[in-house]
């Protein structure tokens, strides 16, 4: 397991843009697969994004392909996700995910991932 923390979260106007970073302190993301996860309020976990560092596979869940880029940035060492047009049914506490095997495959399933962020928190809202 490795320690993940998250950034970026905050409040944005429907329609608006926001980027939230996940980085892992001492680590790179190099081999492993990273997800972001959303939970609302009396709703379950669920996946959003994920990304392949190795395989270079990338998915999405349908509400969000299209919208939202989840992208690594080996400068930095960050999985990023860039949300676009967002809606108030986006908002939520933001986790971050790795599944750190190498080679691993993504999911957005959160049984496949074994390390986790604390979550940062997105608001939709005038």
């Known amino acids: 397991q490795v320690q993940l923390v998250e950034s970026g979260g905050g409040l944005v106007q429907p329609g608006g843009s926001l980027r939230l970073s996940c980085a892992a302190p001492?680590?790179?993301?190099?081999?492993?697969?990273v997800g972001w996860f959303r939970q609302a309020p009396g709703k379950e976990r669920e996946g959003v994004a994920c990304?392949?560092?190795?395989?270079?596979?990338?998915y999405y869940k349908e509400s969000v392909r299209g919208r939202f880029i989840v992208s690594y940035d080996s400068d930095r060492s960050t999985v990023d996700l860039q949300m676009y047009k967002l809606t108030p049914e986006d908002a939520g506490i933001y986790y971050c995910?790795?599944?750190?095997?190498?080679?691993?495959?993504?999911?957005?399933?959160?049984?496949?991932?074994?390390?986790w962020g604390k979550g940062t928190q997105v608001t939709v809202s005038s």
């Open positions: 995910a790795a599944i750190t095997e190498d080679y691993s495959h993504c999911s957005l399933e959160t049984g496949a991932f074994n390390s």
């Open positions: 001492g680590f790179t993301f190099d081999e492993y697969a």
């Open positions: 990304i392949e560092q190795s395989w270079l596979g990338i």
